[in-house]
């Protein structure tokens, strides 16, 4: 009979969980990686951009140094080679098919990060797809700037080999995180930093030592001098790895281009922070720093922290009154129903305060609630990012920490700030690529959460716990509703209109400005036969080189700071001297044709102007006798 009961108690509703546990969480496991691999693909199909957009895939598609600037050619060559390849794929012709293809670089780099801190960091799996998916939502970006996301790609992927090298003594993984840093170089000039990832092998081999010294009584002690040997073997392999891939594709630049002409392009980097603010490495470490300790930045910091000592003062008080009815450390471990009330009061109390920390940013208007505008979401992220880098410090010097959660936090704390750096954006950079500091962030709060030893922190837990929810939910309604540089003046205009006779722009759904303009502009071009001509693009347009399927004749972002006034107007004399000999039968059996000049009149285009290249470009149109021949609120076309 006892038997018979036991039997069934083993097959009762009490068993029914334990037992099917495991599949419920390969179900989600599987779940989550759909999803996440899925989601960067939701929006391939939504808003047409004039600027980053269509600028690269330009360069995708014309790529070389007849059409391109060989500065911009060969600092971010690898990208642009990438990119041509998927240029040439089925649809890569088209917006749609760009957008789509390019999608899957975030979408292996959100599954990576979740195979990653799951499989390897024992990370939660709810937890680490939530962190995952709130960094998908985060890339503000399109994907088609390819030398963005490959810069985060190498960056997280040299993060994760690395550990995965460190911890596991494997030289060939350290070899080939080395050799993603190398490559980096190639994917955009501006990534030399991420060389000081060798940093973090010096100080793993620290770690290491630290943690076998304070357990030198338990297990033996290696001498310094194999400690050091062990270190400079993983630098060593760090390092080949580096030196060989730069080699190769340096070689190949070289042999293809000629050394000469690849350096002389390098060359011109160098002279952007003459031209144009923000490029300069010291510019770009200055303004992260200022970030980081900007008085916009510790307002905000600051406010919260008194909320949350607030909120531990009312907890504290409650576990003082709770220790007349014993010593309880928890309301579970709480022995007195009274203290367990007197316990519950204090963290309901706590979370009151959670929520008045986020009513006190709502009231503030910390951020709006237009998800088009990245002001609905970015000011929280700069909280993320400064909470991110305390915890990465501290996980770093933490008194108790061990090798491999130390090693973690410098890896997270590298991805973080090395983002950061490479361009004039800053720490917009660090939100797009979240992948790694983030799920970081994320598993620090869950080990926070489980502490109990002060009752005062009791408040820290609950504001900042609120203020990752908010941030996690404004994040998701971002993510669904953002489009790069549609919406933005607060207008949110509905992206349900479609260019119909252009095939570059097929099936892709915009504003009905836009959609208007660019069937008009699109139906003028191909009943004048103009496809087959050289394009000159002016006002912030590089885009339209790519959807109207038209050549440049130089630089299609002829705007940009970075391409020198000087070299605009050798460009242009250039085409002044080509059609001059042309039409002067100068050079015998050589026809060039006069290339067709797109200019944008958008007053609300919100650009700057540099008045002098505009003058240029005007002197060019009068002096080689261009006739305006189509005009509306968008555009002018001068043939």
Not at 254 to 265: N, T
Not at 266 to 271: A, D, G, P, R, V
Not at 485 to 513: C, P, W
Request: a neutral charge; charged letters at 15%.
């Amino acid at each position: 009979m006892k038997e018979k009961n036991q039997n069934k108690a083993k097959g009762g509703i009490k068993t029914f969980w334990p037992e099917n546990l495991d599949l419920y969480r390969d179900l989600f496991d599987s779940l989550a990686l759909i999803v996440l691999f899925l989601y960067p693909f939701r929006k391939i199909h939504l808003g047409l951009d004039l600027w980053d957009t269509g600028y690269n895939l330009s360069n995708f598609q014309f790529m070389g140094t007849d059409s391109m600037d060989p500065m911009w050619l060969f600092s971010t060559y690898l990208s642009n080679a990438i990119g041509h390849l998927m240029s040439i794929l089925p649809y890569g012709h088209t917006l749609l098919g760009m957008n789509f293809y390019t999608s899957f670089v975030p979408a292996i780099m959100a599954v990576c990060g979740y195979l990653f801190f799951t499989r390897v960091i024992k990370m939660p799996s709810v937890a680490a797809f939530v962190a995952e998916f709130a960094a998908l939502s985060l890339c503000w970006a399109p994907t088609t700037t390819l030398y963005h996301y490959l810069t985060y790609f190498t960056i997280g992927a040299s993060c994760l080999l690395l550990y995965r090298g460190l911890t596991e003594n494997e030289a060939l993984t350290i070899g080939i995180s080395g050799a993603l840093c190398g490559l980096g170089i190639f994917v955009r000039f501006s990534n030399l930093p991420q060389a000081s990832l060798l940093l973090a092998i010096w100080l793993y081999g620290a770690f290491e030592f630290r943690d076998a010294y304070a357990d030198r009584e338990k297990v033996k002690m290696p001498s310094r001098v194999d400690a050091f040997r062990r270190t400079m073997l993983r630098g060593f392999w760090f390092i080949l790895g580096y030196v060989t891939a730069f080699s190769v594709f340096f070689v190949y630049l070289g042999i293809r281009y000629g050394f000469a002409d690849y350096l002389e392009g390098i060359s011109e980097l160098f002279e952007i922070p003459d031209n144009a603010s923000g490029y300069g490495p010291v510019d770009m470490i200055k303004h992260l720093i200022l970030f980081y300790v900007s008085k916009d930045m510790l307002y905000w910091v600051f406010r919260l922290l008194i909320i949350a000592v607030g909120g531990g003062a009312i907890y504290f008080g409650t576990v003082f009154l709770a220790k007349k009815y014993g010593n309880p450390v928890s309301v579970k471990r709480a022995q007195d129903p009274v203290a367990k009330r007197i316990l519950m009061t204090g963290r309901i109390l706590g979370a009151v305060a959670s929520g008045c920390a986020v009513i006190f940013l709502i009231n503030r208007n910390f951020v709006i609630y237009d998800y088009n505008n990245y002001s609905s979401v970015f000011p929280l992220a700069g909280l993320m990012n400064f909470f991110a880098l305390c915890c990465c410090l501290y996980g770093v010097f933490s008194p108790n920490g061990k090798a491999k959660h130390r090693l973690l936090a410098t890896l997270s704390a590298y991805s973080l700030l090395i983002s950061a750096i490479g361009g004039n954006n800053g720490e917009l950079y660090s939100y797009n690529n979240m992948f790694v500091w983030f799920p970081f962030l994320v598993l620090v709060m869950l080990e926070f959460l489980k502490y109990h030893k002060f009752p005062w922190l009791y408040g820290v837990k609950c504001v900042a716990t609120g203020v990752i929810l908010f941030f996690l939910y404004q994040s998701t309604l971002f993510g669904f509703n953002f489009s790069f540089t549609e919406g933005q003046d607060g207008a949110g205009e509905v992206r349900q209109y479609s260019v119909f006779d252009n095939k570059a722009l097929a099936h892709i759904r915009m504003s009905y400005d836009k959609a208007y303009s660019f069937e008009r502009l699109s139906e003028f071009v191909e009943a004048n036969n103009l496809t087959e001509k050289e394009l000159i693009s002016f006002g912030y347009i590089p885009a339209v080189h790519f959807y109207l399927q038209m050549e440049p004749a130089f630089n299609p972002w002829p705007d940009l700071a970075s391409y020198t006034e000087e070299k605009m107007s050798s460009n242009l004399n250039e085409i002044a001297r080509m059609i001059e000999d042309s039409e002067s039968g100068a050079e015998v059996g050589k026809y060039y044709e006069k290339p067709v000049v797109i200019i944008c009149v958008d007053k609300n285009a919100g650009y700057s102007r540099n008045e002098k290249k505009w003058d240029m470009i005007y002197s060019f149109i009068e002096k080689e006798n261009y006739k305006l021949v189509y005009s509306d609120s968008y555009f002018e076309l001068y043939e």
